[in-house]
């Protein structure tokens, strides 16, 4: 009877031992960090409603299993932002290094040669402060009042390799050929709207002035010309915003490949710790409230070879069917 006591005391003993070896050693720092990660996330992500947090909690905290110190639940981080699935979100520490990022040059791109009465505008990504947005601008706009010297039977936005940045300066730009007005929206979670709108300029986010130009260009010919929109894999974030400014405007086509697909907008927002989560917290929505967030797709599938020749030969047939019309 005794020897069975003293199995019995040892078999618990073991069995508790498992169980406390097996279950998270987190420290209050580390749990404090997660927490507070978790909180932002569950609270602001634009995929929060598709999600069982219950069951995401339980998978981050058994990844950051005994983390100490903040560092050591970077992983976990990590995990947490690829379980959002929104694919555009990401987590930056503040212990890595982006000095050899920033080194690195930025990579431009060659404008298409198109017949002389084409206008042409590349509209590139834009990352940079308040300054560099004015040379930007600046630089676009002397692009556009040039090629409207040509009264071109219709224009080419091209958004190919725009990967993204800031979308204000690159939209106020557009606004002489895209139109005015509501151009666009974000959606949250929440189904709050808060709408893109242009005028005379300026750039709004519902009410809020949030870009001007120094100058505004009036095209020549056609306050409503014939667009061709040119998009490929690598328009993604703020150039698909550029692309879904177009989407349901009338005398428009797209031409290329499908987008990124991620036409999501993101905030950044700092940790504790002086790190950085840019977060995906609403999703792209057309002038008519066709939703994306997901790859944008054009009218007319293209290889980049044909893709500008396509784009000419409808501006031409366009122009030549209107014309047939009015007469």
Not at 85 to 97: A, M
Not at 192 to 208: E, F, I, R, V
Not at 219 to 241: H, M, Q, R
Not at 264 to 288: E, M, P
Request: glycine fraction near 6%; include cysteine.
């Amino acid at each position: 009877m005794k020897n069975k006591i003293i199995i019995s005391f040892a078999l618990f003993t073991f069995l508790l031992s498992c169980k406390n070896n097996s279950s998270p050693s987190l420290s209050p720092t580390a749990k404090g960090y997660i927490d507070e990660v978790i909180v932002l996330l569950e609270k602001n992500c634009v995929n929060k409603n598709k999600i069982d947090w219950k069951q995401f909690k339980t998978k981050i905290y058994s990844k950051a299993k005994n983390a100490k110190e903040i560092e050591d639940t970077y992983p976990s981080i990590f995990l947490a932002i690829k379980e959002l699935n929104d694919k555009h979100s990401y987590f930056e520490p503040i212990k890595n290094s982006n000095l050899e990022d920033a080194l690195n040059p930025l990579p431009t791109f060659k404008d298409e040669i198109v017949p002389h009465d084409i206008g042409y505008i590349r509209v590139p990504f834009f990352i940079g402060s308040d300054e560099d947005s004015k040379d930007y601008m600046h630089s676009l706009l002397e692009k556009m009042e040039k090629e409207n010297q040509k009264n071109p039977k219709g224009w080419i936005v091209d958004l190919r390799e725009n990967f993204g940045g800031n979308m204000w300066p690159m939209l106020v730009c557009i606004e002489p050929i895209l139109g005015n007005g509501i151009v666009g929206y974000f959606q949250d979670s929440n189904s709050h709207y808060q709408s893109w709108k242009l005028l005379n300029g300026k750039a709004y986010l519902n009410d809020t002035i949030v870009q001007t130009l120094q100058k505004e260009l009036i095209l020549l010919k056609d306050k409503n010309p014939f667009v061709a929109v040119l998009i490929n894999n690598k328009t993604a974030s703020s150039g698909e915003a550029i692309a879904v400014a177009f989407k349901g405007r009338e005398k428009t086509r797209f031409f290329g490949n499908n987008t990124f697909g991620v036409s999501t907008g993101c905030k950044s927002y700092t940790l504790s710790d002086g790190s950085r989560i840019n977060l995906a917290i609403s999703t792209f929505i057309d002038r008519n409230k066709k939703i994306y967030g997901t790859t944008i797709t054009p009218d007319e599938k293209c290889n980049e070879k044909e893709t500008i020749e396509k784009a000419i030969q409808w501006i031409y047939l366009m122009e030549t069917n209107s014309k047939q019309i009015i007469h």
